[in-house]
């Protein structure tokens, strides 16, 4: 008998938040399609770890090839589904391409034996070998390239994966997994499943999964780590982020200015690694806002579908502009400075107009938590010290960035981030190859470029006596 132990959920759903249309909508998995994508997981395993790295790789680059091939078929959906605009979406899918053929070149070197030198005679290599069966719970903003950097480094390791993808994303994740079929990956060595809630803790539970991946927010991950712990998995987090960017002095104030607002931007805001944060300083500060104010007035709300100049696009969904729409709000009423936007679409849709603050203290809710949205936060430094104190006074630890016509300077105060990735005179360092990953309330666990295949891995020790 079929059954569904979450009929009560809302399901997945395809609601364009440009419009607040309802376009489609898919039903949750039922128990009996729960219990099959893990026997199928287990099963595909035990013949696709034993393939040849070499030939898991040929079918990766065939992946890569796809995605590149339908880049502008898959951006279109999933600017329907969270609003991404078309070149963005478009970009991400070919973002995703790399993912996978970096693996599918890389992956060989970056698994290979290593030997480890003895001290008491023999020969000893660690080997990096699969461990079996994961499950990935990836977020609505980066829809192909949360997918691709979790699942490309696993396959190419003879991993196999169950995926649940976002409620709000269910056409990209079929797409996903029809793309990876047809690329040549085994049936049930990566299936897409729409699990509720309660049944992501059940397949956490069963003891054939051996490791969870989240992207999310701080409370999924709080919770899929308790899951994690209690049943003895190993998990990879990756959170939220309040990136700080530092500016120390510019030889182009505008032209750091168009930086700052550029990367603010990106994604309408939605990035975990968006610098959410800036922090000017003092000489700079009032042109730099006078900079960020005049790029955030006249916008008007656009079709994310048809581009044009001037406007901007929603967020992903009503739920997260109305979130956006009272964290601004709250900073507004106890001192906070609004010198453009601020405001919330009145008909329903997901848009909020770009937005610019100053007066940030630590008595508002803009000071402590993620503002993800196109809200650029300022604030004022007297010197270096003051910059680096601001920058570290937050829970979130995931990137940084500090720029400075004195690369040593700049280097000095971005050693000193408590961050996992600090940057210097760049927003962030991007591209297959670079690793991605926080601290603190960032969660824990790395993604992408040689760490990325060292995280669900069997560092086995192999050791041989004289």
Same mark, same amino acid.
């Given at each position: 008998?079929?059954?569904?132990?979450?009929?009560?959920?809302?399901?997945?759903?395809?609601?364009?938040?440009?419009?607040?249309?309802?376009?489609?909508?898919?039903?949750?998995?039922?128990?009996?399609?729960?219990?099959?994508?893990?026997?199928?997981?287990?099963?595909?395993?035990?013949?696709?770890?034993?393939?040849?790295?070499?030939?898991?790789?040929?079918?990766?680059?065939?992946?890569?090839?796809?995605?590149?091939?339908?880049?502008?078929?898959?951006?279109?959906?999933?600017?329907?589904?969270?609003?991404?605009?078309?070149?963005?979406?478009?970009?991400?899918?070919?973002?995703?391409?790399?993912?996978?053929?970096?693996?599918?070149?890389?992956?060989?070197?970056?698994?290979?034996?290593?030997?480890?030198?003895?001290?008491?005679?023999?020969?000893?290599?660690?080997?990096?070998?699969?461990?079996?069966?994961?499950?990935?719970?990836?977020?609505?903003?980066?829809?192909?390239?949360?997918?691709?950097?979790?699942?490309?480094?696993?396959?190419?390791?003879?991993?196999?994966?169950?995926?649940?993808?976002?409620?709000?994303?269910?056409?990209?994740?079929?797409?996903?997994?029809?793309?990876?079929?047809?690329?040549?990956?085994?049936?049930?060595?990566?299936?897409?499943?729409?699990?509720?809630?309660?049944?992501?803790?059940?397949?956490?539970?069963?003891?054939?999964?051996?490791?969870?991946?989240?992207?999310?927010?701080?409370?999924?991950?709080?919770?899929?780590?308790?899951?994690?712990?209690?049943?003895?998995?190993?998990?990879?987090?990756?959170?939220?982020?309040?990136?700080?960017? %530092? #500016?120390?002095? &510019?030889? =182009?104030?505008? *032209?750091?200015?168009?930086? +700052?607002?550029? /990367?603010?931007?990106?994604?309408? @805001?939605?990035?975990?690694?968006?610098?959410?944060?800036?922090?000017?300083?003092?000489?700079?500060?009032?042109?730099?806002?006078?900079?960020?104010?005049?790029?955030?007035?006249?916008?008007?709300?656009?079709?994310?579908?048809?581009?044009?100049?001037?406007?901007?696009?929603?967020?992903?969904?009503?739920?997260?502009?109305?979130?956006?729409?009272?964290?601004?709000?709250?900073?507004?009423?106890?001192?906070?400075?609004?010198?453009?936007?601020?405001?919330?679409?009145?008909?329903?849709?997901?848009?909020?107009?770009?937005?610019?603050?100053?007066?940030?203290?630590?008595?508002?809710?803009?000071?402590?938590?993620?503002?993800?949205?196109?809200?650029? %936060? #300022?604030?004022? &430094?007297? =010197?270096?010290? *003051?910059?680096?104190?601001? +920058?570290?006074? /937050?829970?979130?630890?995931?990137? @940084?960035?500090?720029?400075?016509?004195?690369?040593?300077?700049?280097?000095?105060?971005?050693?000193?981030?408590?961050?996992?990735?600090?940057?210097?005179?760049?927003?962030?360092?991007?591209?297959?190859?670079?690793?991605?990953?926080?601290?603190?309330?960032?969660?824990?666990?790395?993604?992408?470029?040689?760490?990325?295949?060292?995280?669900?891995?069997?560092?086995?020790?192999?050791?041989?006596?004289?």
């Amino acid at each position: 008998m079929t059954t569904n132990s979450n009929a009560a959920e809302p399901g997945y759903r395809v609601l364009n938040p440009a419009t607040g249309e309802l376009v489609e909508s898919f039903p949750t998995a039922s128990d009996d399609e729960v219990e099959a994508a893990l026997a199928a997981a287990t099963a595909a395993y035990q013949t696709w770890r034993d393939v040849p790295i070499e030939e898991r790789g040929k079918v990766l680059a065939r992946a890569a090839d796809l995605f590149a091939e339908r880049a502008e078929d898959l951006a279109r959906i999933i600017t329907t589904e969270m609003g991404k605009p078309l070149s963005q979406a478009k970009a991400e899918a070919e973002f995703a391409a790399d993912i996978f053929r970096y693996f599918a070149t890389e992956g060989p070197h970056l698994a290979a034996d290593q030997e480890i030198k003895t001290l008491s005679g023999g020969r000893a290599r660690i080997q990096k070998l699969p461990i079996g069966p994961l499950l990935g719970i990836m977020p609505w903003n980066y829809p192909y390239y949360q997918v691709a950097r979790f699942a490309a480094p696993n396959l190419m390791l003879g991993n196999t994966i169950i995926l649940k993808h976002a409620e709000t994303c269910p056409r990209s994740a079929l797409a996903i997994h029809d793309l990876l079929r047809d690329a040549g990956v085994p049936e049930g060595a990566y299936t897409n499943l729409f699990a509720s809630h309660a049944q992501v803790a059940t397949v956490i539970a069963d003891p054939r999964i051996q490791g969870v991946s989240l992207t999310g927010s701080e409370r999924a991950g709080a919770i899929i780590g308790e899951l994690a712990g209690k049943n003895l998995k190993k998990a990879v987090l990756e959170l939220g982020g309040s990136d700080p960017f %530092v #500016v120390l002095d &510019a030889q =182009d104030p505008r *032209e750091i200015a168009d930086t +700052a607002w550029e /990367t603010r931007m990106e994604n309408t @805001g939605q990035a975990c690694n968006s610098n959410k944060r800036m922090i000017v300083a003092e000489p700079l500060f009032e042109d730099f806002v006078a900079q960020l104010t005049a790029r955030a007035q006249n916008l008007a709300p656009g079709d994310p579908a048809n581009e044009e100049e001037g406007t901007y696009a929603p967020l992903s969904s009503r739920a997260a502009a109305e979130t956006l729409a009272e964290q601004v709000r709250d900073a507004v009423e106890k001192g906070a400075t609004l010198h453009a936007g601020g405001h919330l679409a009145q008909d329903g849709t997901a848009y909020y107009s770009p937005t610019v603050l100053t007066g940030i203290t630590p008595a508002m809710r803009a000071y402590h938590e993620e503002l993800f949205g196109p809200v650029a %936060v #300022v604030y004022k &430094a007297a =010197d270096d010290d *003051e910059a680096l104190r601001l +920058a570290n006074d /937050t829970p979130y630890g995931l990137g @940084g960035a500090v720029f400075s016509t004195d690369p040593d300077r700049a280097t000095r105060l971005a050693q000193r981030l408590d961050v996992g990735m600090a940057n210097v005179n760049t927003p962030a360092g991007e591209g297959p190859e670079i690793p991605f990953g926080g601290v603190k309330r960032s969660g824990f666990g790395r993604e992408l470029g040689p760490l990325g295949m060292e995280e669900f891995v069997n560092k086995r020790l192999l050791y041989t006596a004289d």
